[in-house]
């Protein structure tokens, strides 16, 4: 079954200062991988995806993530966090066998500090 | 274009009631998914509609169920209440199934079990 980890619940950093929230995943065939953003009582907000080429994505709001596939690691980044920037975030892996059924990771709190 | 909208966006029940959601995809979008959002188990996939067809469904008990209308928006029904039940019911439209866009997910519906 298709899968994702987050190791870190939470991730703290300092506005201005670069922005990584760590993602691995475990597919059988290729994956096609994505990131949302939750804030509170809200829904899922896509920043972006990876289905083939380029290793390195770009997304929405300055965020970008990096494909790896000897590492199977997808790790999301922002060069200068922002404190809006604070949020939940989930990776998650598209069920490849037919159907959009996302499995998502815990999720990582962000939390940006002034 | 309108987003995806889901009613009621909160509501309360007692143990052993039953609920009706209702989900409105985007327009022109013809894949709806549904998601239960709890603290303990995270972001669970619950079922995926596809013209009016039920293409996958996840590992719930059989008191949740959907179903999908012809102008693609879709409700889902929980019978027979449980406390466990209280989560963030997440509904997400995509443009087709088993392609590479993303879904796009609406605010959900808290629904809190008494």
């Known amino acids: 079954a298709q899968s994702v980890a987050q190791p870190e619940d939470q991730v703290n950093v300092a506005e201005g200062n670069p922005l990584t929230v760590k993602c691995t995943y475990s597919?059988?065939?290729?994956?096609?991988l994505f990131w949302y953003v939750q804030y509170p009582n809200r829904g899922l907000q896509f920043l972006l995806k990876?289905?083939?080429?380029?290793?390195l994505v770009k997304g929405s709001y300055g965020f970008e993530a990096e494909f790896n596939k000897s590492q199977t690691s997808f790790h999301l980044k922002k060069p200068s966090a922002l404190v809006s920037d604070s949020a939940l975030y989930f990776c998650a892996v598209r069920d490849p066998y037919g159907n959009n059924r996302l499995a998502f990771g815990k999720g990582n709190q962000v939390v940006v500090i002034p | 274009k309108a987003g995806v909208t889901q009613t009621p966006r909160y509501l309360i029940k007692t143990r052993g009631q039953q609920v009706t959601l209702s989900c409105s995809p985007i327009?022109?979008?013809?894949?709806v998914s549904w998601y239960q959002q709890t603290p303990g188990q995270g972001l669970q996939f619950l079922f995926e509609y596809f013209s009016e067809t039920q293409r996958n469904k996840g590992n719930f008990p059989g008191r949740f169920s959907g179903r999908q209308f012809s102008n693609s928006r879709s409700e889902m029904n929980v019978s027979t209440l449980e406390l466990g039940d209280s989560a963030l019911y997440l509904c997400a439209s995509s443009l087709e199934v088993a392609d590479y866009n993303e879904q796009f997910f609406g605010p959900g519906t808290r629904l809190t079990v008494l």
């Open positions: 597919v059988s065939g290729n994956p096609y």
């Open positions: 327009s022109g979008h013809r894949s």
């Open positions: 990876y289905i083939t080429g380029d290793n």
